[in-house]
């Protein structure tokens, strides 16, 4: 599977400004690499998506749109009822993001949790404004850069005056720590089903090189570290949701009912079931 480099990828000249795109699409993806080289904006019409970064994960339907920070990320767009999935694309650069910062004197202040996605909810201002995207699309090269520029101001102060702020710090704040990033996409996705690959691909690493450097970091192999994550997880389903092993264990990561139960009682030295009835 290539990976998707966005916006590069999808034919538009390579630009530092301000860019629309109307992604339309009738086959569905699962997992799809992409490289964001730009934040983006997913206004979603149709369809639903599900993207994985590194520290973060979200699944929308058509009620709500999406902020992205550039970087990489995996991602899934399922079709809608009448097969179809659309979403209109708005990228922008870390220098836009600055400069609309600095031109309207916003404070930087410090985001306590860092993500790499936010979602919000559809209201008539924004279906409005999307629209209004779609009017920009159609339009030359040269009165998409004016309009757009206008209308990426309008659509942050328009977040700001309903989040505040935080919605834009989380886009600029500093996220450039190798071992802080590598640790977070290793505890963020710790009970997710990532293939190694995928998890080394998040990190922006070839697989073997994270697999050393995880190694180093953690002291074991990563296949024993997520399992014992994850079979953790499962003695806290069975004892304190008190569900049954039958329940649990696609998602805590095992294909069948059998081999759930050798792996717990190899570590626990006991059967789920003789656990919970102890």
Known sequence: MDTIKLPESLYIEESKTIQVYDYCSSKEMSRQQIILYQNTFSFLIEGSKEVIFDNSDLSIDNSKFLIMRSGHCLMTEKLSEIKNYRSILLFFTDEDLAKFIQKFELNNTEVNEYKSVHSFEYDKFIKRFVVSLIDISKLSKKAQK?????????????????????????????????????????????????????????CNMSVSTFKRKFEKHYSESPIKWF??????????????????????????????LSSFIQAYKTKYNITPKQQQID
């Open 146 to 202: 004016k309009l757009l520029a206008v209308k990426f101001e309008e659509i942050m102060l328009y977040l700001i005056e309903l989040h505040g702020t935080q919605i834009l710090q989380f886009l600029a704040s500093n996220n450039d720590h190798l071992t802080q990033n590598f640790t977070r996409t290793i505890e963020s996705n710790q009970l997710k089903k990532l293939t190694l690959k995928e998890l080394a691909f998040l």
């Open 227 to 256: 399992q014992n994550k994850r079979l953790e997880y499962a003695h806290y389903l069975l004892n304190q949701k008190r569900k049954k092993s039958s329940e649990i264990y696609l998602e805590v990561g095992y294909e069948n």
